[in-house]
């Protein structure tokens, strides 16, 4: 058994499983980036940041999910935090779209 503030956190199913819900996540943002930039309405703009915070909130539920199971949750916190952080950056699409 490992302690939390141990350093032995190689899990790479879980670390696969995070990638992959991450990439999907951007993947979906991406989607409605490529609406907002065929269409500059405010609707893809808005989406694109909240599709992003979704996901990180998403994440940060698997993350004490996978504590609760006593697994390697910190590679799932870690993902929601690059979640948030994205979304952070995403709202400027909406300011964008409001000043166009």
């Known amino acids: 058994m ?7 956190w190689r899990d790479p199913a879980t670390f696969r ?3 992959a819900y991450v990439l999907s996540v951007v993947a979906i943002a991406g ?8 269409d500059r309405t405010l609707l893809p703009a808005i989406l694109v ?9 998403g994440a940060f539920i ?4 996978v504590w609760r199971a006593e697994g390697t949750w910190p590679i799932w916190h870690g ?3 690059f979640l948030l952080a994205l979304s952070l950056f995403c709202l400027a699409f909406p300011g964008a779209a409001l000043t166009s």
């Open 79 to 81: 993902a929601g935090w």
């Open 62 to 65: 698997r993350t004490y999910q």
């Open 2 to 8: 490992t302690n939390d503030v141990e350093k032995r």
């Open 49 to 57: 940041p909240t599709i992003m915070f979704v996901g990180g909130v």
């Open 17 to 19: 499983s995070a990638v």
């Open 31 to 38: 989607v409605a980036l490529i609406f907002y930039v065929m």
